[in-house]
């Protein structure tokens, strides 16, 4: 009677199977089956790898084991662990905290699948000792969420809100870098939200109001913001002015070096253009508005506004933007 040794049904989020006797016969029926590959090892330490297929169990499709056991025909000791080549998905949550010490809350998918399992079960499955499904997937996405803590935690509040698909591409750069020492591949990674504290939401409606963080961050509470930009009363806006115009203004044009002869290339003087109309975004969870919105359309707080029009927080005495006196 033949011996087949062969992963039966895995689990659809199965990524590896230890077959459980370790007392492999020469002749014996292995089945590989699509998008798998078996492993053999001994002590740890990694001998024949075998993909797709049915093989007998020879001297010579296993050529370093028979290396190792010599060539008499009794049985010998080895580990089978079947690797899943397919793709899986895996969720993700976790917190963190941005540049300027903001907590952050993230959660989405990724992608991933086995690129190199010999280095996959060198680092992971022998390295950790995990030869159970779950717990390989557990390490897995431990390790994917280690490294999204760690590199959203060099951005700041103003980037993760307001420049999210740029983070999100950057992030995704250096969690396939991590992936790859591990002989994964990560296919694909989602974020599908971020978020804060109410109090660092309104801290970022001031940031982006205003245009400096700093003198936000000096603040107590985003009160004493709108307290102190709105301070003096009236047609111009004394403090406030100062300190608004940075996100209003178009960036300053550095002057082009004229190096050539002849004549100067005619160059119209640009007039400067009209400060782009800024974003307007919900001082609650900082998701962009559509123009006039009343009330938010990801959160649904309603929106307050200025009499002309004007975004402002709760609390506001005054308007950030033109100081119009609030009810
Ligand atoms: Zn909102
Ligand atoms: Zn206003």
Redesign the pocket.
């Known amino acids: 009677m033949v011996t087949v040794i062969e992963w039966v049904n895995p689990g659809e989020d199965e990524i590896i199977w230890r077959y459980p006797n370790e007392v492999i016969t020469w002749g014996s029926q292995l089945i590989v089956h699509e998008y798998e590959v078996a492993v053999f090892m001994r002590d740890g330490k990694i001998y024949d790898v075998l993909g797709p297929g049915r093989h007998t169990l020879t001297t010579q499709n296993l050529p370093l084991l028979y290396k190792l056991v010599g060539g008499s025909n009794s049985p010998f000791k080895a580990t089978i662990i079947f690797v899943s080549m397919k793709q899986f998905q895996g969720r993700y949550g976790g917190e963190t905290q941005t540049r300027e010490l903001a907590p952050i809350k993230y959660y989405g998918v990724y992608w991933f699948k086995v690129a190199d399992p010999v280095l996959f079960i060198t680092e992971v499955v022998g390295g950790q000792s995990l030869y159970d499904a779950n717990d390989v997937t557990r390490f897995i996405r431990a390790y994917f969420n280690e490294g999204m803590m760690k590199h959203l935690s060099t951005y700041s509040i103003v980037d993760l809100f307001q420049n999210l698909d740029m983070v999100s591409t950057q992030v995704k750069v250096k969690l396939i870098e991590d992936f790859r020492r591990l002989g994964l591949e990560l296919v694909d990674v989602k974020i599908e939200g971020v978020n804060t504290t109410d109090e660092w939401r309104q801290r970022l409606f001031w940031i982006m109001q205003t245009g400096n963080a700093q003198y936000v961050m000096q603040m107590d509470t985003t009160k004493q913001v709108a307290a102190e930009l709105g301070k003096s009363s009236g047609a111009a806006m004394g403090t406030g002015m100062v300190l608004i115009p940075q996100l209003m203004q178009p960036p300053a044009q550095p002057a082009q070096p004229y190096a050539g002869a002849g004549v100067p290339p005619a160059q119209p003087q640009q007039p400067a253009a009209p400060a782009a109309q800024q974003q307007e975004i919900?001082?609650?969870?900082?998701?962009p508005?559509p123009p006039g919105a009343r009330f938010?359309?990801?959160?649904?707080?309603q929106?307050h506004r200025c009499p002309n029009g004007h975004v402002v927080p709760e609390g506001a005495k005054f308007c950030p933007i033109c100081g119009a006196k609030l009810e």
């Open positions: 919900c001082p609650y969870c900082g998701k508005l938010c359309p990801y959160c649904g707080h929106i």
